[in-house]
């Protein structure tokens, strides 16, 4: 079966950009397989025009038969989850997963709490790993140089996919509010 590659834009960043292009995969007759690590796996498949829509949520194995069954009786296929990222597929003019502001709010709460405690727990990395660059001496202080690197790189990411993420709920709090 022949198989194609894409790299995500970044789903806190650019969602719809990546639901866009799911959405043109599909027409070109791509659709999407699997989504790991921020690349989606596309199969060969016949033309479809259909949307595309992402839900974050947290399920047990027992769940989520029920879950995708409710999705189901609004029009939603499923077509993938992986760690809480489940992605569904409907029909141009099915009415949007989330239509309401509440449920939107709930949903990028949902999607921002892990990342805010990645970011907290990074942060929190980077300044014990500062603390023995600065304060101990050689095995310590070549730990922590290596150590704050580390961190580092994890850091400012997920500083900015949790900045992403607040920006997002500020503007859905914003359009409830109009």
């Not at 047990?60 to 489940?86: K, N, Q």
């Not at 997963?97 to 921002?112: C, E, F, H, L, W």
Request: net charge neutral; aromatic share 12%.
């Amino acid at each position: 079966m022949k198989k194609t590659y894409k790299i995500s834009n970044g789903l806190a960043f650019f969602e719809q950009k990546d639901l866009q292009m799911l959405r043109e995969k599909a027409a070109e007759g791509w659709m999407v397989e699997s989504f790991k690590g921020g690349l989606y796996t596309f199969t060969k498949s016949g033309l479809e025009d259909v949307i595309f829509s992402i839900d974050y949520h947290e399920l047990t194995p027992e769940d989520e038969e029920e879950y995708c069954d409710l999705f189901a009786a609004a029009g939603w296929t499923h077509v993938y989850s992986h760690t809480g990222i489940h992605l569904f597929k409907a029909v141009p003019g099915t009415p949007p997963i989330y239509s309401d502001a509440a449920s939107k709010t709930d949903q990028v709460k949902r999607t921002a709490k892990p990342v805010y405690i990645v970011t907290i727990a990074a942060l929190l990395l980077t300044i014990i790993a500062l603390a023995f660059m600065k304060l101990a001496e050689g095995f310590l202080n070549q730990a922590g140089k290596i150590g704050f690197f580390i961190s580092i790189v994890l850091f400012i990411p997920m500083l900015m996919t949790s900045m992403a993420l607040f920006i997002q709920l500020l503007k859905v709090n914003k359009s409830s509010k109009n």
